[in-house]
Structures are given as C-alpha cells and as structure tokens.
C-alpha cells in the first residue's frame, strides 16, 4: 500500500472521530451495513466499525479470508490488505458494482443470466468451503472494475 493510501486513511479515521456518527455525510462514503460503514481510497476502501452487537467483523473477515485461501476459494473474496491493531479498520480491495446494481444496469436477459449464473457459481462455492458464509446476498457479492465476481462481507 503507498503512502497516499495511508494519509487518506488517517484523514478519513479523522472525519470519523469528530462527525458524531453522521458517517453518511462524510466525503469518500461509499456504502453501509448493519455495524460497518465503507469509505473510498481509490484502488482500495476502508472499512469501519461502528457497532459491537457483533463481535470483531474486520478480524473475522481476515481469518475467514486465511481459511478460503487454504481451501482454494481466495480468487472468490475481496482481498483484505491490512488491519489496525484494534480491529475497528480495515483495508481491502475495492470492488466496483453490486451484484444487484449490475442487474439492474443490465442492458439485456443474457447480460443478466450470464450476472446470475456467476453469482449462484460464487455463493455455491463459498458456501461449501466457508460454511457460515450465510449472508452472501446480492448486495454482499460485488463485480471488480476487471469484471471479477466476488464477496465483501464473509465469515468462516
Ligand atoms: N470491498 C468493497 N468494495 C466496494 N464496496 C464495498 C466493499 N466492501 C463493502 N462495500 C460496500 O459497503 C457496504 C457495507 O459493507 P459490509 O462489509 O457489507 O458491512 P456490514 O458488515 O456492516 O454489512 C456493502 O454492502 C457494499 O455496498
Ligand atoms: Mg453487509
């Protein structure tokens, strides 16, 4: 990771800590889940969490990524690239469109066949070698900008 990944993230930490949970209306927002919240950084994100109902999604997701590199399902899961010591970050590959966003966008039926038969090839797979993978909707599984299928939010 370069160095401008680095200052834009301590930017963004920044922003976090001062915005009183308005993380929606922070420059660089890209999305949300139920305790995460995502951020731009250009060829990567970063991930933040905001909520511990849960337990430590960010540490999870990198074990969870350890153990589908050993079961041979690495190319199906975004990469994370780095962790603060605490968890609450995270740095992964960006992913471009949503499975769901990609259907609506697209423009015909084998367009969207080929998207759905992909996404049922990639949840198959997860399923199998990351049993608690249960959660792989289509807002979950997203398309890199080289066209690569593959999910964001995973567990082992
Ligand atoms: N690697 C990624 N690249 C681009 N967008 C992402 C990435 N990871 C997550 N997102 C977006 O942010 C949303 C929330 O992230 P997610 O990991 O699902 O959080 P949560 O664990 O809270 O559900 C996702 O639904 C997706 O739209
Ligand atoms: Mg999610």
């Known amino acids: 990771m370069t160095r ?10 920044k922003m976090v800590n ?14 949300s889940g139920i305790s995460r919240v995502v951020f731009d950084l250009g060829n990567y994100i970063v991930k933040y969490q905001y909520s511990y109902n849960n337990e430590q999604l960010n540490k999870q997701e990198m ?5 589908g ?23 992964m ?7 769901s966003d990609a259907l609506k966008n ?24 990351l049993p608690k993978s249960s959660d792989l909707h289509r807002g979950n599984v997203m398309i890199n900008k080289v066209g690569e299928m593959k999910a964001v ?4």
């Open 153 to 156: 939010d995973y567990v082992w």
């Open 93 to 99: 590959e960006k992913m471009q469109s949503t499975v």
């Open 63 to 67: 074990t969870a990524y350890r153990i």
């Open 106 to 129: 697209s423009l015909n039926d084998t367009e969207r066949k080929k998207i759905i038969g992909e996404y049922e090839y990639v949840k198959k797979k997860l399923k199998l070698a």
């Open 69 to 91: 590199v050993k079961n041979g399902v690495s190319d199906l899961l975004a990469k994370p690239i780095y962790t603060s010591p605490d968890y609450k970050w995270m740095i």
């Open 4 to 13: 401008d990944y680095m200052v834009q993230y301590r930017e963004i930490k």
């Open 18 to 31: 001062e915005c009183n949970g308005e993380y929606y209306n922070l420059p660089y927002y890209i999305g």
